[in-house]
């Protein structure tokens, strides 16, 4: 879920919103036509004013490149918000990476701002588990990162995270329980929500087989979808099967090479899609993957991917182990396999292909019930809210 998805819905609240954030260069690593660095900026988008720092742009797999988007972004972004912004009753810190939160912690230092922590990915644990260091790395690095999260944590007014897992994991690193609250991510609902396959986007890709398996979102490291490809592999005499990976990241290259190598024609990429179009790529799927790889930190991970496939009624296999595969259960939304089971990956797609349409869509409908019961932007915003109110009010009383 975006910054922008959670201003939005914070302002349509009634609340006044400000939000400090880089200039917009996700996922490419390149910052977006239309904007060009400089030392500020200042927008208004939608009501929400929207202060804009410079960082150093890098989504590659050099951890130099990477600590340094990092950390500029939490240098130019604390001088910004306490220079730039007016008067704030509290901020919410929108974490990952966790270096968003310096800001906060300085506005609560020079101005008793108190700030909620609203933690979409655990840090370090996400760093470690990433593959982004080297193995000689890692002591030093994650030492220095929990401390850090534990400032972060011990010094917010409430911790809002995405899963119960994650919840469990703050209070092992001896926070209290009662100042962590379970708010699951939401998606924009303008554009994730049930719609007709794209055209436009079937003139770029050509002609589909009778089944289509989707993956479209990140291509990194942490999805596996290596999985998938290996799957593809088991599945190649299948002609009725097609697979269509949609989007980019480091890891597309490779992924790229791995088809190549093992010939297969099955598998199609297409590149990231406008946000817009998301409803109609997605129709395109008959059925939609959502991996991770199999670490002890992913099974307490709610992959955003789950909610925005679920808001658009699209059935789902699900690979990854934990809160995920939980929530595919309990909702009826699809299947569950065992992350890095090509195995298992592909005999879940032979048993979706095998359902007639209906029973497919069946599986959507029912994601999609169990999205606007759980997940809906009405639940997640509701819940924010009343946390950020409720610190300002602490704050006030200081």
């Not at 199999?294 to 699209?314: N, V």
């Not at 939304?333 to 990956?345: D, I, K, V």
């Amino acid at each position: 879920m975006t910054s922008g998805t959670i201003a939005r819905a914070l302002r349509a609240r009634g609340n006044d919103v400000q939000v400090v954030t880089g200039f917009p260069n996700y996922p490419d690593g390149r910052v977006y036509p239309g904007f060009r660095q400089r030392p500020y900026q200042r927008d208004l988008l939608q009501g929400v004013t929207v202060h804009r720092a410079p960082l150093y742009v890098s989504h590659d797999a050099d951890p130099r490149r990477r600590a340094a988007n990092y950390l500029s972004f939490a240098i130019s972004a604390n001088v910004i918000a306490v220079t730039r912004q007016s008067r704030v009753d509290a901020t919410l810190v929108h974490s990952t990476p966790a270096t968003v939160a310096v800001p906060a912690m300085a506005m609560r230092l020079l101005r008793r701002t108190p700030y909620v922590v609203y933690v979409q990915d655990l840090w370090p644990d996400t760093v470690m588990a990433s593959g982004l260091l080297a193995e000689g790395a890692h002591r030093g690095v994650e030492r220095v990162l929990n401390r850090f999260c534990d400032g972060v944590y011990q010094h917010a007014q409430s911790i809002a995270v995405t899963s119960p897992g994650m919840a469990d994991i703050i209070v092992r690193r001896g926070i209290s329980a009662k100042k962590i609250f379970v708010v699951p991510d939401w998606v924009d609902e303008r554009h994730f929500h049930p719609a007709s396959p794209s055209r436009d986007v079937l003139n770029d890709i050509g002609k589909l087989s009778p089944f289509t398996v989707m993956y479209a979102g990140a291509m990194g490291e942490v999805q596996a979808l290596e999985t998938l490809i290996d799957a593809a592999s088991i599945l190649r005499d299948r002609h009725d099967i097609d697979f269509l990976l949609v989007g980019g990241g480091i890891a597309e290259s490779s992924l790229r090479g791995r088809v190549e190598r093992a010939g297969l024609r099955s598998v199609r990429f297409l590149a990231h899609q406008p946000v817009e179009r998301m409803a109609e790529v997605l129709a395109l799927g008959d059925v939609q993957i959502v991996s991770l790889r199999d670490k002890p930190i992913f099974r307490t991970t709610l992959p955003s991917k789950l909610q925005a496939t679920m808001a658009a009624g699209r059935p789902i296999i699900c690979a990854v182990a934990g809160d995920a595969a939980q929530v595919i259960r309990e909702s009826g939304a699809g299947l569950a396999t065992a992350p890095g089971s090509a195995a298992e990956l592909a005999s879940a797609i032979l048993q979706m292909a095998a359902l007639a349409p209906e029973d497919r869509q069946a599986l959507g409908d029912a994601g999609h019930r169990y999205y606007a019961e759980e997940f809906s932007e009405e639940h997640g915003a509701r819940a924010l809210d009343d946390l950020l109110h409720a610190a300002a009010e602490w704050g006030g009383l200081r």
